[in-house]
């Protein structure tokens, strides 16, 4: 028997496109533990006829797999693949109790993965933006949103929207903004700093980053460090840190 501490369940990307994540031009791959599983569905396969679609079908495969593999984690990427309505009730339902039970019974942490619908991007996140939020969220133990900046196309934050048993510390006038960053052969979220959701949200005000980039040459050439620059033009010292390295000054 094979034994393994996590297992991810990819929905989303292909061997090569995860291969692509986790490599430099396809080269020097990053190595994961070997106690690192990753699985795909083989949508080429047939399915078993007493099964009426996919998500019936991994609803109940998802037991057998854990006891296989012995996994104590689980990451599900992306629920929104799982079920083509899951914004519906009864889709949530089913997927998220089977995830429930698995948590329950099998005691292993599982994080899902879910995109959500066409939003305001010049609103702040809430629950409802989640599709299917209300079963989501009645199942869930916690949930965090990834929003859009939009002071960089590189910039996103992390706001925290359901907490059973912690305390309420990422919310609007504290989320966590990073950087999407492949310094090597590695995809990641690199930390920039705390910030207000409210100075990431896409406004009327919001200017185009050419703009941003003549006024920060601007500044710079006025003599003020990236903090007061922030300041003056509304935006994080992350925001102007990054786009001075872009800029090369």
Partial sequence: MCTTESTFLDFELSDKQFENRYAENFTNHYQFHHNFLRAELNTEETLPSNFKNYEEYLCATFPVYIEETQATILIVDNLTFLSAENEKAKDALVLMKTLKQLSTTKGISILVLAHTPKRDDSKPITKNDLAGSKMLMNFCDSCFAIGKSSQDPSFRYIKQLKQRNTEHIYHAE????????????????????????????????????????????????????????????????????????????
């Fill in 174 to 249: 504290n989320i966590i903004l990073c950087s999407i960053d492949k310094a090597t052969n590695f995809l990641e979220f690199c930390f920039e700093e705390f910030d207000l959701e409210n100075n990431h949200l896409n406004t009327n005000n919001t200017i185009n980053s050419n703009e941003i980039n003549e006024q920060i040459k601007l500044l710079i050439s006025e003599g003020l460090n990236n903090v007061k620059i922030g300041d003056r033009l509304s935006l994080s010292e992350g925001a102007i840190r990054k786009r001075r390295k872009k800029l090369g000054i």
